[in-house]
């Protein structure tokens, strides 16, 4: 009989875009690959290094290890409005011959290579030093799906619009009824790639590019849970054959073998005032409100919420994050008018240890862009939210979490933004008789026990870990 071969040690080399959304989830994979005897070798780029390792408990933790590599940028590109484009041609042009440097120079050998999107130049790193890539897509299901179609939307004349006027002529709300595993949605929820008139799109080319460019990759690797995608899932699985889903990981984190403090690997400094906040407040009473680590928000937007937050008469806990506001500002550009009057029932700070907050039995919604980390943490915690998406996948996220038919756990508002609407949003999500509002509470709390149980041993996503440490194995020279 063969011998199936084992890897005595083995070691992967796990590299994210360099922001929170990517490196968050990378780092949860990279403990749970820890956890189960996985030697990992997390690489972030130089400039963050520094920033990321002064907060994290995983720092000299036996068979993990930290790394860095040049981004590439110089000081001007990093200040640039289009600093994420400019960081995304930079590591594609300057990091491939440092990460195979760097690989080769590890030992125990790299066995494998682990990615998020947006770096799929480094599969070429995998490829040379003749080891499995696997990639982390770091959306939804829908959300890959969606993007793997932006391909197809382009051919049929969907996207680039015509000129600016498609934008608010109601043409986003052309039906897209033909992607198999998808129920009928708006042109608008497919992406916000889809929502511009420039015929040579860098976005649009590189989303396309990136997303299809994860068939060159041994394993699709993505936080969500079969039970919440079932449709979208099979749809993909079709096309490709190892689809690893391992989520929430947020929640399977809770389940590592041996779990020690988590990694909290966090680009901002988390405010320890929130918990005691919380704890002060009645159950459920809380609005939670955060726009994630990039959205940027104008002056007008910022006015609507915070107006729409005074008008609930809720206390909220807000994350105004330095560069939140457009201009590069934070909570310095809050109306002195607003802070006034919500001064008894608020609290602000510029950044939280989202998770807890999230599972901290006072919050009971959250008004969130809802970017795809904050929606599966958000479901694992069991709280309805109030959607308010403007980028990438948060538009589809936010049409799955808000479709009755879907997981019926969420209101978006629209997408002119208007403090009465912010306002009475969150009063039909969390206001006493709201019956719209119990429903949305009783279907969060379904979904909870659905990731829990997801994650659970036996559920989908730990047979898909479990699935995934087999092959990291099985697949060592
Ligand atoms: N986050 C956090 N503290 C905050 C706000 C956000 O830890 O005060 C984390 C949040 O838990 C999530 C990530 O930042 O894991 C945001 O990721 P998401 O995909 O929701 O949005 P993005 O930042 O990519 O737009």
Redesign the pocket.
Known sequence: MEEIKRAAAPHAMLFPFP???HI?PTLKLGELLHSRGVRVTFVNTEHNHERLLRRSALRGREGFRFESVPDGLENADRRAPDKTVRLYLSLRRSCRAPLVALARRLVPRVTCVVLSGLVSFALGVAEELAVPSFVLW?TSACGFLCTLRLRQLRQRGYTPLKDESYLTNGYLDTPIDWITGMPPVRLGDISSFVRTVDPTSFALRVEEEEANSCAKAQGLILNTFDELEPDVLDALRDEFPRVYTIGPLAAAMHLRVNPGPSAGL?LWE?DASCMAWLDARQAGSVLYV?F????VLSLSQLAEFAWGLAGTQRPFLW?V?PGLVAGDRGMEALPSDFLEETENRRLIVE?????QVLRHPAVGGFLT?S?????T?SIWAGVPMVCAPGFADQYINSRYVCGEEEWGIGLRLDEQLRREQVAAHVEELMGEGSKKGEEMKRNAAKWKARAEAATAPGGSAHENLERLFEVLRLDEE
Request: include cysteine; hydrophobic fraction near 25%; glycine fraction near 16%.
């Open positions: 922001c929170s959304g968050n770091g966090s988390e955060s994630g680590s990039l959205a994350v994050r950044w939280c240890a989202q998770e862009h970017g795809w980390n904050s929606t943490e």
